[in-house]
Each structure stands twice: as structure tokens, then as C-alpha cells.
């Protein structure tokens, strides 16, 4: 069975600071790799994936994610916060069953 | 375009009243449908999924239950609520059998058990 370790609950950062979304995960197949975003009361948003090909993803907003295979990690960053990227960011992993499995989620607080 | 559409979007109701909450898929046919819920300060947990009418997996034991009338459309239900099924309920669907499609969610169903 496949899981999905997010390492940290929640990440405080100032505004204009870099930030780093911890995803680990435990499978022994290939994986197809996702990170979502949950603004408050809303549901989940694809922010970006990872399939095949370049180890390293980007979203449109900044965000950027790379596959590290032999670590098993599939960690978030953006160079730069926004107060607008405080949200609730969920790591998933999706094999050849079809189903994803989420982590437990991290809440990133941007603070002025 | 696939929409998905769910609601109420925010609901209060007693102890020991029925839910029930209402999701449709437009724009695709076929897909794989998914309850979650979300606890206060926890995660997503999987409730139940269906990969077709009147196939239902549950995923976890409870005071719930799902259906899938029609391909489109996937229900959650409780014949008697409890104060413990308070949460945020979020719909979603999967376009079967292309493992490299995510999932779309709805906006979610905020229930508040009183």
C-alpha cells in the first residue's frame, strides 16, 4: 500500500519570504505525483502534477515541485510568498490503481 | 467542459435528522466519484467511492451511506445524524481508467450537526 507523509502540519512565513512544502511518499511502483491547494471553505484546486519526463514542475502562480525519486519526495516551493498563497496544501499520489492517496496537509500562513 | 456541481454549500442540522447531499458530474460520462470529508484540523478521508450506477465501496464504517442512481449523480446520506458527522464534505470525480488524471473536486458542504 502507498502513503503520503507530509512533514509539517502547518508553516508560518513572512510575505516575500521562500517556502518549502515537505511530501514524502512510500511506494513501490511507478507513481503519478500531485499537489493541491484548499482555500478556506473551498474545495481542492490541482495546482500542479507530475507524471513523466522533467523532474521539475511549475504552476502557474509560482509554485514549483520536484520528483526526487531515489529520496521519494515530491516537495513545493515558491521563491517568493504572496499574502494570497495562505491556503491549505494537500500532496498526493496516484498509481496504476487509480485511486490517490493524500497526505495529511499542510497549512501555509503567510503573515505581513 | 466537465463541471461538478454540489450543495447546499452550508447546511445546520439537529442531532438525530436525516442528510442527505447532493453531487453531479456534467460534461464527462462514466467517471469515478468520491465522498471525503474533513474534520476540523484534520485531513481528507476518504468516505466512499463508486465506479459505476449502484457500485458503491466504503472506506471507512459510520453513520453514512452513498448512492449512484445515475452515472452522473452521487449522494451521501444518514438516516440519523450524530454530533461526530460534523465536517466539511467534498465531492469528486476522476475520469475512469487515465492514471494520470487527478481528481476535480466540488466546492465542498459545510455541515454543522447541533
Known amino acids: 500500500a502507498q502513503s503520503v507523509t507530509q512533514l509539517d502540519s502547518q508553516v508560518p512565513v513572512f510575505e516575500e519570504a521562500p517556502v518549502e512544502l515537505r511530501c514524502n511518499y512510500s511506494?513501490?511502483?511507478?507513481?503519478?505525483l500531485f499537489w493541491y491547494v484548499q482555500y478556506p471553505n473551498q474545495g481542492l484546486q490541482l495546482l500542479l502534477k507530475?507524471?513523466?519526463?522533467?523532474?521539475l514542475v511549475e504552476s502557474i502562480n509560482g509554485f514549483e515541485a520536484e520528483f526526487n525519486k531515489s529520496q521519494t519526495s515530491f516537495h513545493l516551493r515558491k521563491p517568493s510568498v504572496h499574502i494570497s498563497d495562505t491556503a491549505e496544501y494537500f500532496c498526493?499520489?496516484?498509481?496504476?490503481?487509480?485511486?490517490?492517496?493524500f497526505g495529511g496537509g499542510t497549512r501555509l500562513m503567510v503573515k505581513p | 467542459s466537465q463541471t461538478i456541481h454540489q450543495w447546499p454549500a452550508t447546511l445546520v442540522q439537529p442531532v438525530g435528522s436525516p442528510l442527505s447531499l447532493e453531487c453531479t458530474v456534467e460534461?464527462?460520462?462514466?467517471?469515478?466519484l468520491y465522498w471525503y470529508r474533513q474534520a476540523a484540523g484534520r485531513g481528507l478521508q476518504l468516505l466512499f467511492y463508486?465506479?459505476?450506477?449502484?457500485?458503491i465501496s466504503s472506506e471507512v464504517p459510520q453513520n453514512l451511506s452513498a448512492s449512484r442512481p445515475q452515472d452522473r449523480q452521487f449522494i451521501l446520506s444518514s438516516k440519523k445524524l450524530l454530533l461526530s458527522d460534523s465536517g466539511f464534505y467534498l465531492c469528486?470525480?476522476?475520469?475512469?481508467?487515465?492514471?494520470?488524471?487527478?481528481?476535480?473536486f466540488g466546492s465542498g458542504t459545510r455541515l454543522t450537526v447541533v
Open positions: 463508486s465506479v459505476g450506477i449502484g457500485q
Open positions: 469528486a470525480w476522476s475520469k475512469a481508467a487515465l492514471y494520470d488524471y487527478g481528481y476535480t
Open positions: 460534461g464527462t460520462s462514466n467517471p469515478n
Open positions: 511506494s513501490s511502483v511507478s507513481v503519478y
Open positions: 507530475y507524471l513523466s519526463g522533467s523532474t
Open positions: 498526493a499520489v496516484k498509481n496504476a490503481g487509480n485511486m490517490l492517496t
